[in-house]
């Protein structure tokens, strides 16, 4: 009886047992599945950077210094034209330090774009997204040279799409991605990626607070990389753009305080077409102010060429009149 006694003691603390280990894995499971995610999307990060850092370069010329993002294996880069500036020849920097001289293959100054190319190095082309497919609340990783510091990574989401965004110096940016991920001065031409390491844009620009003076933290735009990889193949190929898909007007424009000064239309523009003149002033299209060039060129880049828009301008005799304009392609470029 004794014997059956401790049989059956032993019995239930081994039942006992069982259900702590059974309690103590299941807690066990539970936080690990718990701390998995976390550990998932910082392991993705570090695998975004380690696949996409050595596809970004720094740019130096003697105003400054840039990113870039090696295109293809010829040796091609794609920057931002901001970058090139008046520049022809370059010195690049790779992730790992060599430097290489680089000279201009082209420039497009409307999107803001230029290609250079470098011989020898190994270089990685990048992998390039349809950023067509792009959503609000993508994550989004911006890796470039900011202030010098190079292979620099900072992170965010895709913010809004769609953006038409002027840079202030006549350029206006179509269709911009906006994104959380930081924009420093120097990130400018380098690599706006997605979780899998492809390039959905190249950074350009970061919004300015018009109360502070600086930049507005959180909000910076890149160019759409389905606009870069049309544009960059084009001047790869032909050494300017063919076919920038972008509405042109024909007009060299100033600011007056209350609407756009033409101060030369160029021959056989279809401002020229229309009857645009030097010395009138655009104060509207399609009934939309514009009050600065800026603006002008923000309605027009919501444009494709071929279709028509109503200017409202003012002459220099004080007269005002409408004028229909039927856009054209902007032509190729430096």
Do not use: C, W
């Not at 309690?23 to 690990?32: H, L, M, Y």
């Amino acid at each position: 009886m004794k014997q059956i006694r401790i049989s059956l003691a032993v019995a239930a603390l081994a039942a006992v047992a069982a259900l702590l280990v059974g309690f103590a894995s299941s807690r066990a499971t539970a936080s690990r599945s718990a701390v998995s995610p976390a550990v998932a999307l910082q392991n993705a990060f570090v695998g975004v950077f380690r696949k996409v850092s050595p596809s970004v370069v720094q740019i130096q010329t003697a105003e400054g210094l840039g990113s870039g993002i090696v295109f293809d294996a010829k040796g091609d880069i794609v920057t931002n034209d901001h970058v090139v500036g008046t520049a022809t020849s370059f010195t690049v920097t790779t992730s790992t330090g060599k430097r290489l001289k680089g000279k201009l293959v082209g420039a497009f100054p409307a999107d803001d774009l230029a290609v250079i190319k470098v011989s020898g190095g190994n270089l990685h082309p990048a992998s390039f997204a349809d950023s067509s497919k792009l959503r609000v609340g993508d994550l989004a990783m911006a890796i470039g040279n900011p202030l010098g510091l190079a292979s620099s990574v900072t992170e965010g989401i895709v913010s809004a799409l769609g953006r038409q965004e002027p840079e202030g110096t006549g350029v206006v940016l179509q269709n911009a991605i906006q994104t959380s991920a930081a924009i420093n001065p120097g990130n400018s031409g380098g690599a706006l990626v997605d979780i899998g390491g492809r390039v959905i844009g190249i950074p350009t620009l970061a919004a300015a607070d018009p109360q502070l003076g600086g930049a507005a933290a959180g909000i910076g735009f890149a160019i759409p990389s389905n606009v870069v990889r049309s544009i960059a193949s084009q001047i790869v190929e032909h050494g300017h753009v063919v076919n920038s898909g972008r509405a042109y007007l024909g007009v060299s424009i100033g600011d007056t305080g209350n609407g756009v000064y033409v101060g030369a239309v160029s021959a056989g523009s279809p401002a020229a077409k229309a009857g645009v003149k030097a010395g009138d002033v655009i104060v509207a299209v399609d009934g939309t102010p514009t009050p600065t060039s800026d603006d002008l060129g923000t309605l027009l880049a919501a444009h494709k060429p071929g279709q028509t828009v109503t200017l409202k301008v003012v002459r220099q005799s004080g007269a005002t009149t409408q004028i229909k304009v039927t856009l054209g392609e902007y032509p190729g470029g430096k």
